[in-house]
């Protein structure tokens, strides 16, 4: 754990762990992080911190049901496991943290999932979302990663790597993730047109040697929106531009968070 305040959030039945860094919803705006498919709390390292000192914003996270310490998942998920992050659990945990103002910032899976809520509900708290590696459709790519994920987590060490972040829930969080993007049923999940109903600016990272993706995701979302589109393509950088390029994600994020801010008259007010 690095800094800020560990706490706990329950969701219906559900608790999940969180970690907020920086200043509450009262006092300046909240960026929100929502995780990769394998992804929690912990998986995000220390860039949180660098993302709420570069912008002056509070920073909130949060483990889903099935990852991290948060509470385990009764599996298979369902093939709308994502649809049902959107509208059934992120608003309320928005109206739990008093989530007043700020952006959705999601990695490949909480990038679709900061995709479908935005194109979907007309929160008029959210100012802007910026999106790393996101998924809008399936690839042949992904299918093939994702496959060869289910290799090296049965045969490989990918279990080990992943039981350090996730412990008890390790199983819980592959399977869930794993199972549902290989179902057949899956090659026609497609949210592009969520993408047309987005109504605040967008900020894409992408890297050009990302197992999961490629530019295609980039040319689907200026193909498919009326907001505006920006997109920083980082040479070199995976599935995980926050970790594989951290200051040149930072940099992108950063200036996109500090131009919404003063958009909308937060510069000044906090310390931008």
Not at 17 to 30: C, H
Not at 52 to 77: E, K, M, N, Q
Request: with cysteine.
């Amino acid at each position: 754990m690095t800094g800020g305040r560990a706490d706990r959030i329950t969701v219906g039945t559900t608790s999940l762990e969180t970690r907020w860094i920086g200043p509450g919803p009262r006092e300046a705006p909240t960026i929100v992080m929502l995780h990769e498919g394998l992804g929690c709390v912990e998986r995000w390292r220390d860039w949180p911190d660098r993302l709420a000192a570069a912008t002056g914003t509070g920073v909130f996270l949060y483990s889903r049901a099935g990852y991290g310490g948060s509470d385990p998942i009764a599996l298979p998920r369902p093939l709308s496991y994502l649809h049902d992050e959107a509208f059934d659990v992120l608003p309320r945990v928005l109206n739990l943290i008093g989530f007043e103002k700020g952006l959705l910032l999601g990695h490949s899976d909480g990038a679709s999932i900061a995709t479908i809520y935005t194109g979907g509900v007309a929160d008029f708290r959210i100012r802007g979302l910026a999106l790393l590696a996101p998924h809008f459709f399936v690839e042949d790519v992904a299918i093939r990663s994702i496959a060869q994920a289910r290799e090296d987590f049965a045969a490989g060490d990918l279990r080990g790597r992943l039981a350090k972040y996730h412990g008890a829930n390790v199983d819980c969080a592959f399977e869930g993730w794993n199972r549902a993007w290989l179902d057949p049923g899956f090659r026609r999940w497609d949210i592009r047109d969520s993408i047309g109903y987005i109504r605040v600016p967008m900020l894409i990272v992408q890297g050009t040697d990302d197992e999961y993706g490629t530019v295609a995701q980039i040319e689907a979302a200026r193909g498919e929106a009326y907001c505006p589109v920006d997109a920083t393509v980082i040479p070199g950088a995976g599935h995980s531009p926050h970790l594989d390029a951290p200051a040149e994600t930072l940099a992108a994020v950063a200036e996109f968070v500090s131009t919404l801010l003063t958009t909308f008259g937060e510069g000044e007010r906090h310390g931008r």
